[in-house]
């Protein structure tokens, strides 16, 4: 696609439950990342998809997060058992991983998460 | 660790009062410095990449340089549109994977 799509753009949740967060790359790009925004913060790095490499997971912050990479395209963020501060923007990246502009990031427009 | 420190974390100025935004960074490998603009409500757009001390770019009023211990983002005459949050990010190499690490931003306001 032209750039990248994230859904829902909007979730709100009841603590406790599980939630998917898809994000669509742009096509041809290699490399996608996942990032957190807190209200009037900066981006929290979560994990890094390039190629068929093994992910980096560094950033996530408990066992309740996960996400994979299907064929290489899309990618799906599960929270499991939603806490309060879990709340936030959850942003999606892609970039092209090789040559001129490898690692330019291009941002979808984020799933807002809202756990009551 | 590595590390972004932004500077200052909001800034007010009358339409075409110049000013600069500092980013500061520690980092083991850097492999290029980059700055981003944030609108409220959507995602982080690409404005620059620097990869080496004395290098400069520039777009419209925006010029961003760059020195082995920080980046400065240069705003010449703003107009009320350039108000955004402006986002300075590493990428640093880490445990074998790239990394960008974001600072906290600059929340920029320019009034007409």
């Known amino acids: 696609g032209a750039g990248v799509s994230q859904s829902p753009s909007n979730k709100v949740t009841e603590k406790g439950k599980d939630v998917e967060l898809r994000c669509d790359p742009i096509s041809g790009h290699t490399a996608l990342y996942w990032y957190r925004q807190s209200l009037g913060q900066g981006l929290e790095f979560l994990i890094y998809f390039q190629g068929n490499s093994a992910p980096d997971k560094s950033g996530l912050p408990s066992d309740r997060f996960s996400a994979e990479r299907t064929g290489g395209s899309v990618s799906t963020l599960t929270i499991q058992r939603t806490q309060q501060e879990d709340s936030a923007v959850y942003l999606c990246a892609s970039s092209r991983g090789w040559g001129t502009g490898a690692n330019v990031l291009t941002f979808g427009a984020g799933s807002r998460l809202t756990v009551l | 660790e590595d590390q972004v420190t932004q500077s200052p974390e909001a800034l007010r100025l009358q339409e075409g009062e110049s000013s600069s935004l500092n980013c500061s960074y520690t980092?083991?490998?850097?492999?290029?410095l980059f700055w981003y603009r944030q609108d409220p409500g959507k995602g982080p757009e690409f404005l620059f990449t620097?990869?080496?001390a004395g290098e400069e770019k520039e777009k419209e009023r925006l010029k961003a340089t760059l020195t082995k211990k920080e980046s400065f983002l240069h705003i010449t005459a703003p107009k009320p549109e350039d108000s955004a949050t402006y986002l300075c990010a590493v990428q640093a190499v880490s445990g074998g994977y790239n990394k960008l690490i974001f600072g906290a931003g600059t929340r920029l306001a320019v009034h007409p």
């Open positions: 980092v083991s490998g850097l492999r290029g």
């Open positions: 620097l990869y080496s």
